[in-house]
T-cell receptor, first 115, second 110 residues
């Protein structure tokens, strides 16, 4: 158990809908990262927040947005969902500001299925 | 943009034998970290080992070690005395934004 929690574990929805994925980092970790893993593919970095502020941005679609709240939990919002958005979404957290010196701890992921 | 390449989509090893997984990367930075993550069928991402670019010495964690060639931008993972529990997807990752390779699926034969 990494200490990072993600809810829900599974989510099934229809095209065009909007969903919210939630992540609680490990106690004391200030950074939260979001990744997308499509079927049998590698992880794609989406976005990173550090202490409530956006820190780095990867290949995140405009239909997707995220935020980190004062209690440091984070939410990833996916809207106007398409079939291709079906994937495993991981959240990870680290102690520091995201420098490579901080190990990232991954949550168990949320499996999103868009029908 | 930095890229990470894992040229071996699949690898197979006999139990108790040694296997090496390859990874190359592209960067213009001089100071960075590299990582190997393991993803078993449970899909949990587990850090296996990390290497600091400014350190000459190759990192080692029990049966796992790396061969880091900075000039060649190569970062391979060696698994010694392979065990059935080592069967998983292995991802190489680079740097601050954790850019991942496409992964290598390792099968361990009893």
């Amino acid at each position: 158990d990494s200490g990072v929690t993600q809810t829900p574990k599974h989510l099934i929805t229809a095209t065009g809908q909007r969903v919210t994925l939630r992540c609680s980092p490990r106690s004391g970790d200030l950074s939260v990262y979001w990744y997308q893993q499509s079927l049998d593919q590698g992880l794609q970095f989406l976005i990173q927040y550090y202490n409530g502020e956006e820190r780095a941005k990867g290949n995140i679609l405009e239909r997707f947005s995220a935020q980190q709240f004062p209690d440091l939990h984070s939410e990833l919002n996916l809207s106007s969902l398409e079939l291709g958005d079906s994937a495993l979404y991981f959240c990870a957290s680290s102690v520091g500001d995201g420098s490579p010196y901080n190990e990232q701890f991954f949550g168990p992921g949320t499996r999103l299925t868009v029908l | 943009a930095q890229t990470v390449t894992q040229s071996q989509p699949e690898m197979s090893v006999q139990e108790a034998e040694t296997v090496t997984l390859s990874c190359t990367y592209d960067t213009s930075e001089s100071d960075y970290y590299l990582f190997w993550y393991k993803q078993p069928p449970s899909r949990q991402m587990i850090l296996v080992i990390r290497q600091e670019a400014y350190k000459q010495q190759n990192a080692t964690e029990n049966r796992f070690s790396v061969n880091f060639q900075k000039a060649a931008k190569s970062f391979s993972l060696k698994i010694s005395d392979s065990q059935l529990g080592d069967a998983a997807m292995y991802f190489c990752a680079y740097g601050r934004d954790m850019r991942f390779g496409a992964g290598t699926r390792l099968t361990v034969k009893p």
